[in-house]
């Protein structure tokens, strides 16, 4: 692919992203069953630490633009942007008929002092406290890994696992949203190596 290939290939990833995130804000406000929380000691002792809402926002969205560089041309790019978009499918039914808030209390948490909280707090501006099961950015980052294994090698797993620490971390999840999160992202990847 030449230079314009790529650089019109992260034009429309931008835009795509951005566009996604649509259909996520319009499932917070369309749910069709009633909003259920989870309740676990576990997730009640793990700690609330800030500093990796960086992780959590920055490192998210440099690595799924990465997949650009491994396009090999038009119809590879198509075909990954429809694994997303099946992604994104099941992501919707996920939060439109079985929607999981994380409690208000995690939220409370955040005292808006040091950066790290003032960012986040940002963040939850925008990101309500809903579609938590599964979690999105696990499922996109395992997506994304899986698409990227075949030039970075099993190194690109920390991806996912660090996105799964800053999701906890933040209390933006509970770790059931994780593995559910990672299944459904290999479940778009399957889709994607069928019509590859």
Not at 31 to 37: G, H, S
Not at 66 to 88: A, C, G, K, T
Request: glycine share 4%.
């Amino acid at each position: 692919m030449s230079p314009i290939d790529y650089i019109i290939n992260l034009i429309l990833s931008g835009i795509l992203i951005v566009g996604v995130y649509q259909f996520y804000f319009f499932t917070q406000r369309h749910t069709i069953t009633k909003i259920r929380e989870f309740s676990s000691a576990i997730d009640e002792k793990i700690p609330f630490w800030p500093s990796w809402s960086w992780i959590y926002s920055f490192l998210y969205y440099p690595a799924i633009l990465y997949i650009n560089w491994i396009v090999e041309d038009s119809r590879h790019f198509i075909m990954i942007v429809f694994s997303y978009i099946v992604l994104l499918v099941m992501q919707m039914a996920f939060f439109m008929l079985f929607p999981v808030s994380t409690p208000s209390h995690w939220r409370s948490m955040n005292t808006g002092k040091s950066w790290s909280e003032k960012f986040l707090l940002f963040v939850q501006k925008f990101d309500d406290s809903s579609n938590c099961f599964p979690s999105m950015h696990v499922s996109v980052a395992t997506l994304t890994a899986l698409l990227a294994y075949s030039t970075l090698g099993p190194w690109v797993f920390l991806f996912p696992i660090l996105i799964a620490l800053s999701c906890m971390f933040t209390k933006q999840h509970y770790i059931i949203d994780l593995p559910a999160g990672a299944v459904l992202g290999w479940a778009a990847y399957e889709v994607y190596c069928a019509i590859l």
